[in-house]
C-alpha cells in the first residue's frame, strides 16, 4: 500500500527535527575558477552546498559563457533532488532559475518518475504532491561559443561507454567522467583518448539527514551526469555528449496503481528528449544531446564488446562498485547487474574467458538461480538494477540451455524446462538496429559497429 507523503512526512520530520519543512529553495551557483557551488535549502533543516570541479576549466573566466550559465543551471537543477527527497517539502522554489513549461514538466518527471523507485521503496505516492512555480516565457538562447564536431563521451566504466568510445573513435571524442576511480580509470588508460574529469562532492548534511532517518532512496542519477558533461561539452567546444544507454532502459521494473516504475528512467528515451530540448533551448541550440546506443539491445552490445577482447581486465559494470562516499570494490558477482552482464556475454564468450573476467562461474552457483529466474520474468518483477530487458535474459538462458558449454551448469540446467526451449529469439535480438534515429554523424560508426559484431 503507498501513502501520501503528508501521511508519513510528520514521523520522519520529528526526527529530524524539522517543523513542517513546507519549501525547497534552489538558492543559486556560485562559480570561482573551476569550481561550481551549488546552494539549496530545506525549510527548517538548513542550507546545503554541493560542489562541482571541472578539471581545466575557468567557468568564472574564459568559459563564462551564456551556454556554460545555462547549463549550470541544468545542473543545480537536476542535483537538487538529492537534497529534496531528504523530507519531500510539497513546495518548490526555483529561485533563480527561470521556469517555461518545458523545464517545469522535465522538473516535474524528474520528481515523479525518476523518483519512481524511491517513492516505490518507502511506499509513498508522489503524483500530485508537488507544487510546482508559476513558469513564464523563456526566449531560447543564442549560439553563444562554437562548437565542433567531437563528441563528449561520459563514461562508466562498463561494457556500454566502452562500447561507444570505440565505435566513435573516428570522430575524435573526448571521455568523461565524474569522480574517476577504478574501472574508470583503466578504461581512460586503455582507450588512450582525452579525458575530462570532473570532482564532486555532496554537501556532508544529506549523509548526516539520511543517518538521521530523512526519506532516502534512487535517484536519477544520470540527469546529474548529463548535467555536468552538458557543462564540460559548452565549455571545451564539443558539438555534442554521446551517452551509452540503450534501448532496454526504457523497459519498466513493475506498474503500481497505473504508474510504470522504472528504476533506469534517467536513462530512458522520455527524460532524454525532455532533457535535449532544455539543453537545445537554454544552453545552446546546436549541441546535441543523446543516446549512442539507443537502438540497440543489450545483447547486441554484450556481443559487440565480447568481439573487441581487449578490455577483458579494464572494465566493471557492478554497480556496488561505487559508492558516493569514495569505497570501491570489484565484482561483487551476487548483484543483479553482475549477473546479467555474466549471463548476456555468455552466449558470445566461453566459459573459461568469463570466469577470468568475474572471478568465478556465477551460472554454477545454486543459490543463484532464483536470482536469475528474476532476471528472466521468471519471478514477481524484473530487479532494480540498470540491466537489461526480460526478454533478453531469457533469450540468453534458454539459448545456454541448448549448448554443451552451459547446459550442465547449475543454474542453466535448474531454469531449462521453465524456459522457451528457442535460439530464435536471441537471433532476433542481434538483428542490427535501425540507426536513422541517431544524429546523423553517429550513423556510420553505429552500424559499422554492429554490422562488425555479427
Not at 116 to 122: K, L, P, Q, R, S
Not at 146 to 164: A, F, H, N, Y
Not at 362 to 380: K, M, P
Request: with cysteine; net charge negative.
Amino acid at each position: 500500500m503507498r501513502h501520501s507523503p503528508a501521511d508519513v512526512r510528520p514521523e520522519v520530520l520529528d526526527r529530524l527535527g524539522a517543523g513542517t519543512c513546507e519549501v525547497f529553495r534552489w538558492l543559486g551557483v556560485d562559480v570561482e575558477r573551476s569550481t561550481a557551488t551549488l546552494r539549496y535549502e530545506l525549510d527548517g533543516l538548513g542550507e546545503f552546498a554541493e560542489q562541482f570541479t571541472f578539471d581545466g576549466l575557468d567557468l568564472a573566466g574564459e568559459h563564462d559563457t551564456p551556454a556554460v550559465r545555462g547549463a549550470l543551471d541544468l545542473l543545480h537543477l537536476t542535483a537538487g533532488i538529492s537534497y529534496l527527497k531528504a523530507a519531500l517539502p510539497p513546495r518548490l522554489d526555483l529561485g533563480p532559475i527561470s521556469a517555461d513549461d518545458e523545464l517545469a514538466d522535465l522538473l516535474l518527471a524528474l520528481l515523479v518518475d525518476g523518483l519512481g523507485e524511491f517513492a516505490h521503496v518507502n511506499g509513498l505516492d508522489l503524483r500530485g504532491w508537488f507544487e510546482l512555480p508559476d513558469t513564464t516565457e523563456v526566449q531560447p538562447i543564442e549560439a553563444s561559443v562554437d562548437l565542433d564536431d567531437r563528441p563528449l563521451v561520459p563514461v562508466g566504466g562498463g561494457k556500454d561507454s566502452i562500447v561507444t568510445l570505440e565505435a566513435l573513435r573516428s570522430l575524435e571524442p573526448t571521455l568523461f567522467a565524474i569522480n574517476p576511480r577504478g574501472p574508470i580509470v583503466r578504461t581512460f588508460d586503455a582507450a588512450g583518448l582525452p579525458t575530462i574529469a570532473v570532482s564532486r562532492k555532496l554537501d556532508e548534511q544529506l549523509f548526516a539527514l539520511n543517518d538521521a532517518g530523512a526519506f532516502n532512496g534512487h535517484v536519477p542519477v544520470t540527469s546529474i551526469v548529463s548535467a555536468a558533461a552538458v557543462v564540460t561539452a559548452v565549455a571545451t567546444g564539443h558539438g555534442s555528449v554521446a551517452m551509452a544507454n540503450e534501448r532496454s532502459a526504457d523497459q519498466a521494473n513493475l506498474e503500481l496503481d497505473g504508474m510504470h516504475v522504472n528504476h533506469q528512467w534517467s536513462k530512458g528515451s522520455a527524460f532524454e528528449s525532455m532533457f535535449a530540448r532544455s539543453v537545445r533551448n537554454r544552453v545552446h541550440p546546436d549541441l546535441v544531446y543523446a543516446s549512442f546506443l539507443r537502438p540497440a539491445s543489450e545483447l547486441a552490445i554484450a556481443e559487440r564488446f565480447a568481439a573487441l577482447g581487449s578490455y577483458d581486465a579494464v572494465f566493471n559494470s557492478c554497480n556496488r562498485a561505487f559508492h558516493l562516499r569514495g569505497e570501491t570494490r570489484e565484482w561483487c558477482g551476487e548483484c543483479p547487474k553482475c549477473q546479467f552482464v555474466y549471463m548476456a556475454m555468455a552466449p558470445f564468450a566461453g566459459r573459461d574467458r568469463l570466469v577470468r573476467i568475474f572471478g568465478r562461474d556465477l551460472l554454477d552457483d545454486e543459490v543463484a538461480t532464483e536470482d536469475f529466474a528474476a532476471l528472466a520474468g521468471l519471478t514477481e518483477h524484473k530487479p532494480f538494477e540498470c540491466i537489461g530487458e526480460i526478454e533478453e535474459s531469457h533469450a540468453a538462458l534458454a539459448c545456454l540451455a541448448t549448448r554443451d558449454e552451459w547446459r550442465e551448469s547449475t543454474v542453466v540446467k535448474a531454469l531449462a524446462d521453465r524456459l522457451r526451449p528457442t535460439c530464435t529469439e536471441l537471433d532476433g535480438l542481434l538483428t542490427p538496429p535501425d540507426a536513422s534515429s541517431l544524429p546523423l554523424a553517429w550513423r556510420r560508426p553505429f552500424e559499422e559497429a554492429f554490422g562488425a559484431a555479427r
